[in-house]
């Protein structure tokens, strides 16, 4: 149970989402986004839910220019679409995690590509957590980590982008993989190291967050 200063700093989360079909531009939204809410901290539930929404709009907005250049280059074109969904991770002890998968497919291109995103924040810090608040900045930790994951998942073959998006959980840390992480012909959906693989590597502040 948490004690009243975690519940202080408590989360809860509703999905939302929306369907939107554009007739004269050939495609649809299918969009669900987490709605949180922190009621004893609103300035903190005001700014997580900004974060998310930039996310979101970002996407979409990435989306409809890359249909104008379809749209220019082909002409007449068939129903493109984007499909935005998340996955909670961890939300405990005002910890946050959530990763997002990010579906587009364009009438006329091969394919549906796939984009994942994550996000991380400690509302008793009041922060987003950022992957060297986690690990020694005075080594190479990115590299560290990166020849951790090959080691563990040598039948893969991943991308030293691979640590640019993060989530955690009372386990380890997690690495969501899409095209721009992983170039084998069938990847997992994610990898992950426990936190007794990266201990040597791990700042305090992994400690502090209770995981």
């Not at 408590?10 to 004269?24: R, T």
Request: charged letters at 25%; aromatic letters at 10%.
């Amino acid at each position: 149970m948490l004690n009243s200063a975690l519940s202080f700093y408590a989360m809860e989360i509703e999905k939302q989402g929306f369907n939107k079909l554009n007739s004269s531009m050939h495609y649809e939204l299918n969009i669900s986004y987490p709605k949180v809410i922190c009621s004893k901290k609103l300035d903190i539930e005001h700014q997580i839910n900004l974060d998310i929404q930039r996310i979101m709009i970002m996407a979409i907005n990435n989306f409809r220019a890359k249909i104008i250049d379809v749209k220019s280059e082909k002409g007449a074109m068939g129903l493109s679409y984007l499909n935005l969904d998340y996955q909670v991770h961890h939300n405990n002890n005002g910890i946050l995690s959530i990763s997002f998968k990010k579906d587009t497919y364009f009438n006329g291109f091969d394919g549906i590509k796939i984009i994942k995103m994550t996000y991380n924040f400690d509302s008793q810090k009041n922060k987003v957590i950022r992957l060297k608040d986690l690990f020694d900045d005075e080594i190479d930790y990115k590299n560290a980590i990166f020849n951790k994951l090959k080691h563990k998942y040598s039948d893969i073959k991943l991308k030293k982008g691979v640590t640019s998006n993060f989530c955690i959980d009372t386990k380890g840390i997690t690495f969501p993989l899409d095209s721009n992480k992983c170039k084998s012909k069938h990847c997992p959906e994610q990898v992950t190291l426990t936190w007794a693989e990266v201990k040597d590597i791990t700042k305090p502040y992994v400690q502090e967050l209770g995981l």
